[in-house]
């Protein structure tokens, strides 16, 4: 009983993060008040890996889970002080495998929840942000400081479409399509839901020089709750939530630093993750790599921990950046 119940936490807690609305950002997760100086447009590509392995009692497997999405978004810029942009989530999937036993290599339950589950959805998540710059002071080489306000939205739309597997049972649905007909007790979630609506808002401040490159942000979300009938996947966040990032060159083409979002939307505020009572915890804040020696462009790659511990799982997010 007490794996059936291990396992069902796992099942019941397979859903999203907060989602957010994305500014245009040098930092993941923390929108930036700079305003691009050498093209009018950013664009965004954002790849993300997670991956967990949650030990198991003695005598019993360990649950391995794990999700990819893959992201895309740009941010125009209008005159000299104002930005709009957008992004979307173009594919999502997971999989978690629950634990067997060491001994026999059987499944420690009969269950459903013991079956391998797998879940993808395309096209979800669309954002679209903007804000305003009415104090800068920079160079030509765009060093210097600026102050932003901005905000963001994302209607509750459904996902295009997708589909979800439990051991030898399938269902599909999405914005055209209702899901067939098995139990939604089954699978213990519905990923066809129509997604949170969320507001942001908040104050940017941008700082940049030729080593030294800084962001912060005050961010105010608001994410629905959805209807009690039928819930979205995603969970829900309310308040204000600091936000700041920062990295030192170290050569020309490559600097370390750290980005920090708090308790508000991640980069990856949509992703499939699963969820474990007393394991997993908020992540807030990650350790970063940037590659690339154009201003306003490059790879950023950051390395966080859902469960704190590092050799228990990890997450990376990959994101390209480019102007023109």
Known sequence: MRYELYLASVAVCVAATSAGAQLSSDFPGVPRAAISVSGSIQGRNAFTITGFKLPGAAGVGDTLAGGLRYTFGQSFRIASDFEIGFDVTLFDGSAMQPP??????????????????????????????????????????????????????????????????????????GQFQDKQSVSSSFFHSNPFAKINSNTMLGVMGSY????????????????????????????????????????????????????????????WYDQVTVGMPGKLKNENFGFLLQFGSDPESGLDIVYSSPTGKWGESGRLYFRSRSTH
């Open 208 to 267: 940049r020089s030729k080593r030294i490159m800084a962001d912060a942000a005050l961010m105010s979300e608001s994410v629905t709750e959805g209807s009690t009938t039928d819930p979205s996947p995603l969970a829900v966040f309310k308040g204000v939530s600091p936000r700041a990032g920062a990295s030192f060159k170290l050569t020309p083409g490559f600097a370390v630093g750290a980005s920090y979002w708090g308790s508000g939307s991640p980069p």
């Open 100 to 173: 067997k036993a060491a001994s026999t290599g059987t499944t420690t339950t009969s269950s459903a929840l013991a079956d391998t589950y797998m879940r993808a959805l395309t096209a979800y998540g669309f954002r679209v942000g903007g804000k305003w710059r009415p104090i800068s002071a920079l160079d030509p080489d765009g060093n210097g400081y600026q102050l932003a306000v901005g905000g963001g939205y994302q209607p509750a739309v459904k996902a295009l479409w997708g589909i979800e597997k439990q051991g030898d049972s399938t269902r599909m649905g």
